[in-house]
């Protein structure tokens, strides 16, 4: 039989898009480092919006809040302690983390808070959590897994600096589809708090090396990469955050200096989180203006 028989052979999908599906400018991070030090509130009155971040144990809370300094610093900066070996939540006291601009402090502050777990007894109480999107945990408070703060470990008042005025949601990539129901359960209890305050919500998306190999060769595939926006849209539909409000980024873990495609990340998504709380900032002023 003449001719030669052919083969039919199935090729591989490429794990890319052909090209960015998000914009970035990679080498604008001055630009973006400067708005962010000359940004100006909404509101004269107010001195800076806090920015609340909660999520699972182990996802990167305090190490964003680290990497965010590191960016601005230009140096790799530990203020706030993490840990990635224990499984059990590492900050265990409310407290609150200030940017600094030289001298002065930056407009914006975060709160990091005690990791979510699975188990009534285990981990933050939602309850604490509703309780510092209202502003009223006292500093240094310390969370108690079996009970929720008492009146002693709340303010009787609150300024307009006390307020939570986004909450952010610190998810692990690679961990999105392991994430145990229990914890969604929590996130849910938070998120019906916030959506009641019409506190914003975001979500900062972690460990994104891990989960994509293009991404661990290049920072700069982060949005060619079909993987990470998989993840991306599976990680709005468990959390109910739409995917313009999911902002993935490196955290500095093992590094010695700050790299440029990491900041870029880092302040590019900072910056987003800060105009959407300055939005809300501007709602409650023109809000009681009408007053």
Avoid at 79 to 91: C, I, K, N, Q, R
Avoid at 165 to 180: F, G, H, R, W
Avoid at 221 to 234: A, D, G, L, N, W
Wanted: hydrophobic share 35%; with cysteine; glycine share 4%.
């Amino acid at each position: 039989m003449g001719g030669s028989e052919s083969k039919t052979q199935t090729e591989t999908p490429s794990p890319e898009f052909d090209i960015p599906w998000r914009e970035t400018l990679w080498d604008k991070k001055e630009v973006l480092e400067k708005n962010l030090r000359e940004f100006e509130l909404s509101d004269s009155n107010v001195k800076y919006v806090r920015i609340l971040l909660a999520g699972e144990v182990g996802t990167g809370k305090s190490s964003f809040i680290n990497s965010v300094n590191s960016a601005f610093q230009g140096r790799i900066t530990t203020e706030a302690l993490a840990d990635s070996v224990s499984g059990t939540s590492f900050t265990k006291t409310y407290r609150t983390y200030y940017i600094r601009n030289g001298e002065s402090v930056l407009p914006f502050v975060f709160n990091d808070i005690m990791g979510l777990e699975s188990g009534a007894s285990q981990g933050a109480d939602p309850e604490d959590i509703a309780k510092s999107l209202e502003g009223l945990l006292k500093e240094e408070y310390n969370f108690n897994p079996t009970n929720s703060a008492k009146k002693e470990d709340c303010r009787s008042e609150t300024s307009p600096e006390d307020l939570s005025y986004c909450l952010v949601y610190v998810i692990a990539a690679d961990k999105v589809s392991q994430m145990n129901q229990d914890v969604f359960q929590k996130m849910k209890h938070i998120r019906q708090k916030a959506s009641a305050l019409e506190i914003p919500q975001a979500v900062i998306m972690t460990r994104v090396d891990e989960e994509c190999p293009l991404v661990k060769k290049s920072l700069r595939k982060i949005y060619t990469s079909k993987k990470i926006k998989e993840k991306m849209q599976q990680c709005s539909i468990s959390v109910g955050v739409p995917v313009s409000h999911i902002f993935p980024v490196k955290n500095y873990h093992e590094e010695s200096d700050t790299q440029n495609d990491m900041d870029v990340l880092i302040l590019r998504a900072l910056m987003q989180i800060v105009q959407i709380a300055d939005d809300l900032l501007n709602r409650r002023k023109t809000d009681s203006e009408k007053l």
